[in-house]
């Protein structure tokens, strides 16, 4: 959607321009896994004074309700969308609803229209949130595993380990996220969510981020311009061959030299708190499960009016935004809605 879809109907041959082919593969290498990270970290705080049985309890409450109700209501919408723009369904969206679960989408012009979008975000961290639950008990009983925090192998040990994740599994398994199929993003988010639930723990590995936040952003700049040059200079080709594997090495380093950066500078310069802070909370969660909707509706739209592919891309995320912000508002006096979405009541700082 994010590149195509702004490009022309549904041609996946077609990237749009460079500048923009460049901007989402530059987020693709650091952004989820910066939010896996960001999520072990706050299971450190969730798991105080709770057991690991009541942990996934309130895991499948915010993760598996919500994934539920917008695999009902709000995907079918999307996959609306995607079918009108392939050219596999012609009609308006209460006809296609019986036909979204006929099948499971493969791609352009596959007959099945059933995926779970954007979604398996909330699927994946559930079942990590699940997996890890006793391990994360056991150490905070027990003590955290010794960490060579504040030397050079802090930074780079999870370097490596990420880059020979990403090396050994990416070339099998590209990135098709159904959970049960899908070794590379497993054992790549995995790390994250773990390393990140010890950085939550302990807050000598926070520090440190913020020590080697530099080091880590010339790691992660560094290793992206390496595997970009990799793609321009080398017949990088699909499956276990040797340029492509260099190519997912260094789309390891730079996932975590990006992430790292992303936490030391976070730390040292988004402390502060205020009504800001508090809005940016509210509207996360809602952002993330709706904003694809308004987002894949605009782009849609917007594809027969002739405005450059720059215009349509701003005009799509302005409409998003705006979009995922007014039902913010109005959800937070919807009680059931406000909880489903993590939002706070009126008055709350």
Do not use: K
């Given at each position: 959607?994010?590149?195509?879809?702004?490009?022309?109907?549904?041609?996946?041959?077609?990237?749009?321009?460079?500048?923009?082919?460049?901007?989402?593969?530059?987020?693709?290498?650091?952004?989820?896994?910066?939010?896996?990270?960001?999520?072990?970290?706050?299971?450190?705080?969730s798991?105080?004074?709770?057991?690991?049985?009541a942990?996934?309890?309130?895991?499948?409450?915010?993760?598996?309700?919500?994934?539920?109700?917008?695999?009902?209501?709000?995907?079918?919408?999307?996959?609306?969308?995607?079918?009108?723009?392939?050219?596999?369904?012609?009609?308006?969206?209460?006809?296609?609803?019986?036909?979204?679960?006929?099948?499971?989408?493969?791609?352009?012009?596959?007959?099945?229209?059933?995926?779970?979008?954007?979604?398996?975000?909330?699927?994946?961290?559930?079942?990590f949130?699940?997996?890890?639950?006793?391990?994360?008990?056991?150490?905070?009983?027990?003590?955290?595993?010794?960490?060579?925090?504040?030397?050079?192998?802090?930074?780079?040990?999870?370097?490596?380990?990420?880059?020979?994740?990403?090396?050994?599994?990416?070339?099998?398994?590209?990135?098709?996220?159904?959970?049960?199929?899908?070794?590379?993003?497993?054992?790549?988010?995995?790390?994250?969510?773990?390393?990140?639930?010890?950085?939550?723990?302990?807050?000598?590995?926070?520090?440190?981020?913020?020590?080697?936040?530099?080091?880590?952003?010339?790691?992660?700049?560094?290793?992206?311009?390496?595997?970009l040059?990799?793609?321009?200079?080398?017949?990088?080709?699909?499956?276990?061959?040797?340029?492509?594997?260099?190519?997912?090495?260094l789309?390891?380093?730079?996932?975590?030299?990006?992430?790292?950066?992303a936490?030391?500078?976070?730390?040292?310069?988004?402390?502060?708190?205020?009504?800001?802070?508090?809005?940016?909370?509210?509207?996360?969660f809602?952002?993330?499960?709706?904003?694809?909707?308004?987002?894949?509706?605009?782009?849609?739209?917007?594809?027969?009016?002739?405005?450059?592919?720059?215009?349509?891309?701003?005009?799509?995320?302005?409409?998003?935004?705006?979009?995922?912000?007014?039902?913010?508002?109005?959800?937070?006096?919807?009680?059931?809605?406000?909880?489903?979405?993590?939002?706070?009541?009126?008055?709350?700082?």
């Open positions: 959607m994010r590149d195509a879809v702004l490009a022309g109907h549904g041609l996946y041959g077609r990237f749009g321009p460079d500048a923009l082919r460049l901007f989402t593969v530059f987020l693709d290498n650091g952004f989820m896994h910066l939010l896996f990270f960001v999520s072990g970290m706050a299971t450190a705080r798991l105080r004074g709770r057991s690991a049985r942990f996934i309890g309130e895991r499948a409450r915010r993760l598996l309700l919500p994934f539920g109700l917008m695999l009902l209501l709000v995907i079918p919408v999307q996959a609306w969308f995607r079918a009108l723009d392939f050219g596999t369904f012609r009609g308006g969206f209460l006809a296609f609803y019986p036909h979204f679960f006929e099948g499971v989408s493969a791609g352009p012009g596959s007959p099945g229209h059933f995926d779970w979008g954007h979604l398996w975000f909330l699927l994946y961290l559930f079942a949130s699940a997996a890890t639950a006793a391990l994360f008990q056991r150490w905070r009983r027990r003590g955290l595993p010794a960490l060579p925090v504040g030397t050079a192998a802090g930074v780079l040990v999870p370097a490596m380990w990420i880059a020979l994740l990403e090396a050994v599994f990416r070339p099998g398994w590209p990135g098709y996220q159904n959970l049960v199929d899908d070794w590379a993003n497993v054992s790549v988010y995995l790390s994250f969510f773990v390393l990140g639930h010890l950085a939550g723990a302990d807050v000598r590995l926070a520090e440190a981020a913020e020590r080697a936040r530099f080091a880590a952003l010339a790691l992660g700049l560094g290793a992206f311009a390496a595997r040059g990799c793609y321009e200079w080398l017949a990088v080709g699909d499956g276990y061959q040797a340029a492509n594997m260099l190519a997912q090495f789309r390891g380093l730079a996932a975590w030299g990006l992430v790292l950066a936490i030391g500078f976070g730390r040292r310069h988004l402390t502060a708190t205020g009504r800001m802070l508090g809005l940016a909370r509210d509207l996360s809602p952002l993330y499960l709706l904003h694809f909707v308004p987002l894949t509706a605009a782009t849609y739209l917007l594809l027969g009016t002739g405005l450059g592919v720059w215009t349509r891309w701003a005009l799509s995320v302005l409409i998003a935004w705006a979009a995922v912000a007014l039902c913010t508002v109005v959800f937070r006096h919807v009680p059931p809605l406000r909880a489903l979405f993590g939002i706070r009541a009126s008055g709350r700082g």
